[in-house]
């Protein structure tokens, strides 16, 4: 079953991982859920780091989309998107194929997801 | 040119020359954007007055075409953070909504299977510029079934090439019939109060029944709701293109 209204990301919420790493991509019975949100607010936008649960492990990933319309003239995907992160900043996959927002560039010293991104919007 | 008997023909004059008056024909056709139309209310007509004047000097300096809900079209914007500074979306409009300078269209496309939505102003001036690509009107207003349907019904190519198309046609009204995901659905697109005509329903008979019990066939008739806005629209039409000729 899938939840009505989806918003921005909080505890719970079930996150699509956008990234070619092993983690994000073998198969599991359980999908990747977000279990804390590094923010003041529990809330998670573009461009926050949360803590996620896959397959058995903690991991900590960075959000670059969700369903929640954002301000005007940026970009709402339809799946929250998450790319898998290490503790230091460095994204564990290598490729990541999906459209990421240009609005990311704002938010933090995401370099090295940038030079991993292949397409952005 | 042999003449086929032995007498002279009748001298047939040549036929009269059809002037085709542009002027006239760009001037019957006559589209004036929805936000124009000041919303039903009891505020100053002054406050809409001064904020056509800023949207007629916009208009001034940047062409916004004439486009419909359902048109594929291309947006360039102006941002700090992109490689070149600007940045391209190709997509069709799903949405238009807001009044005044605050009005905005949606456009949707879906890239390497990821759906992807942007909100634009049409008046804020991060927009360098806007190219319609593709003119085809839908049958419904509203296209944010387009998110419930099939991802096939939402890809646009982003190196389209802009369709041609004659200056004084009839928008060509595509009568598609989109095919959707399997239920649920973001909202339960087959009750009536949506009215949409663009979905073929694969639904079994007894759910469509089901779904007219929420119909209110008394809405149609209700007086308080009409709002009439011809004669808005033809002293807002003799404004906008007085201002626009300028």
């Known amino acids: 079953s899938i939840t009505g209204a989806c918003r921005a990301i909080q505890k719970l919420t079930r996150v699509r991982v956008v990234d070619n790493s092993a983690l994000g991509n073998t198969p599991y019975h359980r999908p990747p859920k977000c279990i804390h949100v590094y923010n003041k607010t529990g809330v998670g936008k573009v461009g926050d780091k949360i803590l996620l649960a896959i397959k058995g492990e903690k991991k900590k990933a960075l959000i670059v989309g969700h369903k929640m319309p954002g301000p005007t003239m940026t970009p709402r995907f339809d799946s929250n998107n998450v790319v898998l992160i290490e503790d230091n900043g460095n994204p564990t996959g290598t490729r990541i194929k999906t459209p990421i927002p240009y609005i990311l560039r704002q938010k933090g010293e995401f370099s090295k997801v940038f030079a991993i991104a292949r397409n952005f919007v | ?246």
């Open chain 2, 1 to 246: 040119r042999a003449i086929s008997d032995g007498k002279p023909e009748k001298f047939q004059p040549p036929p009269k020359p059809v002037i085709i008056d542009k002027q006239k024909q760009r001037e019957e056709r006559r589209f004036l954007s929805p936000e124009f139309i000041p919303p039903r209310g009891r505020t100053d007509p002054l406050k809409f007055y001064i904020e056509r004047k800023d949207m007629i000097q916009r208009r001034r300096v940047f062409n916004i075409p004439e486009f419909y809900v359902g048109h594929i079209l291309a947006v360039t914007t102006a941002d700090p953070y992109a490689n070149e500074k600007t940045n391209r979306f190709v997509g069709i409009c799903i949405q238009r909504g807001g009044k005044g300078l605050g009005a905005t269209f949606v456009l949707r496309n879906v890239i390497e299977d990821q759906g992807v939505e942007i909100c634009y102003e049409l008046y804020n001036p991060r927009i360098q510029a806007i190219e319609v690509l593709k003119l085809e009107k839908r049958l419904d207003d509203n296209l944010m079934y387009l998110r419930d349907a099939l991802p096939e019904y939402s890809t646009f190519d982003v190196n389209m090439k802009p369709v041609s198309r004659l200056e004084h046609e009839e928008v060509p009204v595509n009568k598609l019939q989109v095919r959707m995901k399997p239920k649920p659905w973001s909202k339960r697109w087959e009750r009536p109060k949506y009215n949409i005509k663009g979905i073929k329903f694969e639904l079994p008979e007894s759910k469509m029944k089901a779904a007219q019990k929420w119909s209110q066939p008394w809405l149609e008739f209700d007086m308080m709701r009409e709002y009439d806005t011809s004669k808005l629209e033809d002293k807002i039409w003799k404004e906008v293109s007085d201002g626009l000729k300028k």
